[in-house]
């Protein structure tokens, strides 16, 4: 009897054991996002044709989407890139000439941490400029 009460025992605490509360840190990269730049057509005959928004903020992970809304022929063209960026080929983007068509980015390592200038080579005369911020993801720290 006693032996049977001690492994009744000892089978409560390993079955409450995971019901415990653990204190321990982990270290978590939000998600990363979607960044959508529409390619539109404005009522501002100054710069009639824009990247909206012109400015934009992503981190490592995050992929840019430029998506055409204007009905009219754009594309994207890096200008000036971050020092130690590699985009290569990614730095001139296809030519979008349909409302709904995409050119989407993965901001990953090619993309070095900094400052980087866009055009639409059609319209950059008319001032179609863009610029991107990319900055490392911060790892959030939480408690459980």
């Not at 992970?61 to 754009?74: K, M, S």
Request: charged share 15%.
């Amino acid at each position: 009897m006693l032996r049977t009460s001690r492994l009744i025992g000892i089978a409560s605490v390993i079955g409450l054991a995971p019901l415990a509360p653990v204190a321990a840190q982990t270290t978590a990269a939000p998600p990363a996002h979607v960044v959508v730049v529409q390619l539109v057509l404005r009522n501002d005959p100054s710069v009639p044709f824009a990247f909206e928004p012109s400015v934009v903020q992503v981190q490592r992970g995050d992929t840019i989407r430029f998506t055409e809304a204007a009905n009219a022929v754009h594309n994207v063209r890096f200008l000036k890139q971050a020092p130690g960026a590699k985009l290569g080929a990614a730095a001139v983007g296809p030519f979008l000439s349909k409302v709904g068509d995409t050119y989407s980015l993965v901001i990953d390592s090619r993309f070095a941490d900094g400052k980087y200038e866009y055009v639409c080579d059609p319209h950059q005369m008319l001032g179609m400029k863009g610029t991107m911020i990319v900055s490392e993801r911060q790892v959030v720290e939480s408690a459980r």
